[in-house]
Nanobody, 122 residues
């Protein structure tokens, strides 16, 4: 399984970006999918996840600002990011979980894509 994240870029604080994650095969519909991020000098952190049935979970830092969604027919997962802040700046990764449910720990994911950089200027 290959995952490819895209959609990152440079945006001003308060702006929006939509990240996309394309899966190489029918992973999105069967597996929980998640987004993680890692800022320079910091550990990777959970951002959001979505289960096979569409149930989503979010970290407290992004809840109410970010929305995760999936398109099973297209094998795509998205992360809509609104009201971006400078502390959202990070390399964002999408990942496929070992199970069908959303998960918050990186160890619960067995496939990872290359990241896409999000930079939010103040």
């Amino acid at each position: 399984v290959q995952l490819q994240a895209s959609g990152g870029g440079l945006v001003q604080a308060g702006g929006s970006l939509r990240l996309s994650c394309a899966a190489s095969r029918r992973t999105v519909s069967n597996n929980g999918m998640g987004w993680f991020r890692q800022a320079p000098g910091q550990e990777r952190e959970f951002v959001a996840a979505i289960a096979w049935n569409g149930v989503s979970i979010y970290s407290d830092t992004v809840k109410g600002r970010f929305t995760i969604s999936r398109d099973n027919a297209k094998n795509m997962v998205y992360l809509q990011m609104n009201s971006l802040r400078p502390d959202d700046t990070a390399l964002y990764y999408c990942a496929a979980a070992r199970s069908s449910y959303g998960a918050t720990f990186g160890s619960q994911y067995n496939y990872w894509g290359k990241g896409t950089q999000v930079t939010v200027s103040s």
